[in-house]
């Protein structure tokens, strides 16, 4: 193994395996948005969106303040 992620410390065989993991939603990285009801976090409010909708059954798309509030507000 020669390529370690700085983050997390994963190791990886070659550099675009490193490189993919890097830019993708990685547990490494914290998420931007997190589920109020369950917890799990996702990178995009589209995708937070899909999960409650299929798993907690939710009908109304009106983000919950839960659900932003790990979102980071630009100052």
Known sequence: ?????????RQFR?????DRHTKRQTPC???AYTCWRCGKGFASYQTLWRH????????????????????????
């Open 29 to 31: 990285k914290s998420p």
């Open 52 to 75: 409650k909708k299929t798993l907690h059954g939710e009908q109304a798309q009106t983000p919950h303040v839960a659900d932003i509030a790990t979102h980071a507000a630009p100052p």
């Open 1 to 9: 193994m020669e390529h370690t992620c700085g983050t997390c410390e």
């Open 14 to 18: 070659r550099k675009a395996e490193l």
